[in-house]
T-cell receptor, first 113, second 112 residues
Framework: KNQVEQSPQSLIILEGKNCTLQ??????????LRWYKQDTGRGPVSLTI?????NTKSNGRYTATLDADTKQSSLHITASQLSDSASYIC????????????FGTGTRLTVIP | NAGVTQTPKFQVLKTGQSMTLQCAQDMNHNSMYWYRQDPGMGLRLIYYSASEGTTDKGEVPNGYNVSRLNKREFSLRLESAAPSQTSVYFC???????????FGPGTRLTVL
């Protein structure tokens, strides 16, 4: 069964600290993996996209990694800011099938001063 | 350039009432989607339209209908609302099926 699991469910960190969010998936055949950021009361916004051949991709203070062998991805946030408080959603795309996007339930990150 | 717009932003219905959620995009994207988001369950696909003139069921289509009015507009209709349809509804678009999706701001619907 195609599934995407994220951990932790929620996380509280101090401003300026780093953190890492995890995403494990069983989606097959794999096409790509995206991380989205969803601010409270807003729609998700894409942060990164990673394909099978990519191990690391950065977007400012956000760095995503992908291990296609173990079917794991992580999103590392460096020097967190209050504006990083949001839910982070991992979305995996399969390369076959009509309904080919599988969503994780998200990690709720709260950055406190 | 508004991107993806949704109306209304908020709506309260009584059980059995009907309503239509509107979505419009000015990104010239081919594919459009309707999702619902419930606490602890993540985003679930209701219906999608891969291109103008086509619509297909997603993971949770029961109780909903859609219309791809033209390339820009994709509406979601609840014919007889039920409390189980209380949720936040998001419209999204992508250039093609597996491309990055761009989401609207959402419609928060409460069914009493």
């Amino acid at each position: 069964k195609n599934q995407v699991e994220q951990s932790p469910q929620s996380l509280i960190i101090l401003e300026g600290k780093n953190c890492t969010l995890q995403c494990n998936y069983t989606v097959s055949p794999f096409s790509n993996l995206r991380w989205y950021k969803q601010d409270t009361g807003r729609g998700p916004v894409s942060l990164t996209i990673m394909t099978f051949s990519e191990n690391t991709k950065s977007n400012g203070r956000y760095t995503a990694t992908l291990d296609a062998d173990t079917k794991q991805s992580s999103l590392h946030i460096t020097a967190s800011q209050l504006s990083d408080s949001a839910s982070y959603i991992c979305v995996v795309s399969a390369s076959a099938g009509a309904n080919n996007l599988f969503f994780g339930t998200g990690t709720r990150l709260t950055v406190i001063p | 350039n508004a991107g993806v717009t949704q109306t209304p932003k908020f709506q309260v219905l009584k059980t059995g009432q009907s309503m239509t959620l509107q979505c419009a995009q000015d990104m010239n994207h081919n594919s459009m989607y309707w999702y619902r988001q419930d606490p602890g369950m993540g985003l679930r696909l209701i219906y999608y339209s891969a291109s103008e003139g086509t619509t297909d069921k997603g993971e949770v289509p029961n109780g909903y209908n859609v219309s791809r009015l033209n390339k820009r507009e994709f509406s979601l209709r609840l014919e007889s609302a039920a409390p189980s349809q209380t949720s936040v509804y998001f419209c999204a678009t992508s250039l093609q099926g597996r491309d990055t999706q761009y989401f609207g701001p959402g419609t928060r619907l409460t069914v009493l």
